[in-house]
């Protein structure tokens, strides 16, 4: 059974640094992808970041690229999301997600779709 759990968060100061560690179980990160997701209050879903493609600088979206970075520690299963240069906007609910590796040839993506997920973790940006 995949399971995913979701820490380091809390309450940070603007301008602070948060890392967020995704740890799964049930499967390896040779065959899986993650995905950082968060949810702002009355914001819908955004996609952060992807840990298992060719490329995952291409993942970022604008909101975060250049402050956030994705990382892993394959002997523990476990992918980080470090967070710097934190602002008010990035306030919210997040969660890391899990699915198969889409491949295609030689090269590797991440899935545009995730099947599990974590229960999420609360960031609080605030002076």
């Known amino acids: 059974e995949v399971q995913l759990v979701e820490s380091g968060g809390g309450l940070a100061q603007p301008g602070e640094s948060l890392r967020l560690s995704c740890s799964g179980s049930g499967f390896t990160l040779d065959d899986y992808a993650i995905g950082w997701f968060r949810q702002a209050p009355g914001k819908e879903r955004e996609a952060l970041s992807c840990?298992?493609?060719?490329?995952?600088?291409?993942y970022y979206p604008r909101s975060v690229a250049g402050r956030f970075s994705i990382s892993s520690d394959n002997a523990k299963n476990t992918v980080y999301l470090q967070m710097n240069r934190l602002n008010h906007e990035d306030a919210g609910v997040y969660y890391c997600?899990?699915?198969?590796?889409?491949?295609?040839?030689?090269?590797?993506?991440?899935?545009?779709?995730?099947?599990?997920w974590g229960q999420g973790i609360q960031v609080t940006v605030s002076s």
């Open positions: 840990f298992g493609s060719d490329d995952e600088s291409s």
């Open positions: 997600a899990a699915d198969l590796r889409v491949t295609y040839g030689s090269h590797y993506f991440c899935p545009r779709e995730y099947y599990y």
